[in-house]
């Protein structure tokens, strides 16, 4: 199983949904930068279950306990270890599942692969193990804020309701004013009750959130097989219920020519620049040093309540109704992972090239 991202900024996650506790070490982060555990505890928090009515009713106080690599609330330069303990497991939820197969969910995949899976709310295929990255990605961004890098993530669309804004006509002051992290308030009201509705049906939904990446300098990313993009990709599709990744205009650029497409060349200042961004601030599979934006998208949550006809681990017909406690919509909570990934691959990046 690979539980390592990263080459000279590294992260390696443990830990599962219903076990003790999850975590992980960050290796390779510079000596010095401030390790701001007040921030650090903030970004978890956007994350943490039990937000809102929107969310997952479990209850964790997910409070980060860091046990290495900080001395005098700086890094010192070696493995900086952290643990998040488990408090409110309700194992006994999941006993219906022991030998059951929910549809769309690693279940079946993880025990013809490995001979063996934890029920228990999935095990490490649980979205519980994206608590570790979200605090490994503020480390990161912690660092980048040293070089000037700002990275910022929202959600853009739930089912069929979208944004009619984009991330540079927007005002992403906005995104933690509402649950479902919309910087466009009168849409995020129309999410927000679909999601509810949805919620009430035993069902779920996906979405998209948008990112942008402020402050990249020239030159991140490694030709052929590191490129920036392609780095990006990884690190989002890496992520519990993502189905896709598209940056600059995307899949929305195959309906236009070249000659509306291409990013022209312009003098700005002492400064190369571009008359537009298209490319998403990546040319070559190398930063430019315009703004990097990008989108990922998210299926729906594969439990459900809902009842779906499925087979057991003798390959049996079994209908299932689900039970537990899950989100109806990962979106609102996966911005703070979106951007926590983002961080990581950047700070690897930015690491290698200097």
């Known amino acids: 199983m690979s539980n390592t991202i990263g080459k000279l900024f590294t992260f390696t996650s443990f830990g599962e949904s219903h076990g003790k506790g999850i975590g992980g070490i960050v290796d390779g982060c510079p000596p010095g930068i401030e390790i701001d555990e007040t921030f650090i505890q ?16 479990r209850k964790e106080g997910d409070k980060v306990e860091f046990l290495s690599g900080i001395f005098d609330g700086k890094s010192t330069g070696t493995p900086i270890a952290f643990v998040i303990w488990n408090e409110n497991q309700h194992s006994s939820d999941y006993d219906h599942l022991k030998e059951v197969y929910r549809p769309s969910h690693a279940d079946f995949t993880y025990q013809q692969k490995y001979g063996i899976r934890d029920h228990r709310g999935g095990g490490r295929s649980s ?23 700002d990275i910022t993530a929202f959600t853009s669309q739930v ?16 995104i933690e004013s509402n649950v479902v992290r919309c910087p466009q308030p009168e849409v995020a009201e129309k999410m927000i009750e679909y999601i509810k509705e949805l919620k009430k049906e035993g ?37 519990n219920a993502t189905h896709g990744f598209d940056y600059g205009r995307g899949f929305e650029g195959v309906s236009l020519k070249g000659s509306e497409m291409n990013d022209s060349f312009v ?13 998403g601030g990546v040319q070559g599979g190398i930063s430019n040093g315009q703004d990097i934006y990008f989108r990922v998208l998210f299926k729906p949550v594969a439990t459900i309540s809902k009842k779906q006809d499925t087979l057991d681990i003798h390959t049996n017909e079994v209908e299932l109704e689900a039970r537990g ?9 996966a911005v703070p ?9 950047l700070i ?7």
């Open 42 to 57: 903030n970004e978890l928090n956007r994350r943490r279950p039990g937000q809102s009515a929107i969310s997952t009713p």
């Open 127 to 149: 979205a519980r193990e994206t608590a570790s990255r979200v605090v490994a990605g503020a480390i990161a961004k912690l660092a980048l804020k040293n070089y000037g890098i």
């Open 159 to 174: 089912g069929h309701i979208a944004m009619s804004q984009n991330f540079e006509t927007a005002d992403l002051s906005l």
């Open 203 to 239: 069902d779920s939904i996906g979405g998209i959130i948008s990112c942008v990446i402020k402050g990249v300098p020239v030159g991140l990313g490694e030709p052929i097989f590191d490129k920036l993009q392609a780095r990006l990709a990884q690190a989002m599709l890496s992520i």
């Open 267 to 279: 003098k700005d200042g002492d400064k190369v620049s571009t008359k537009t961004n298209n490319s």
């Open 325 to 333: 406690r899950h989100d109806p919509c990962v979106l609102p909570r």
């Open 337 to 345: 992972i979106v951007e926590a990934m983002a961080a990581l691959t």
């Open 348 to 354: 690897d990046l930015y690491l290698t090239k200097n």
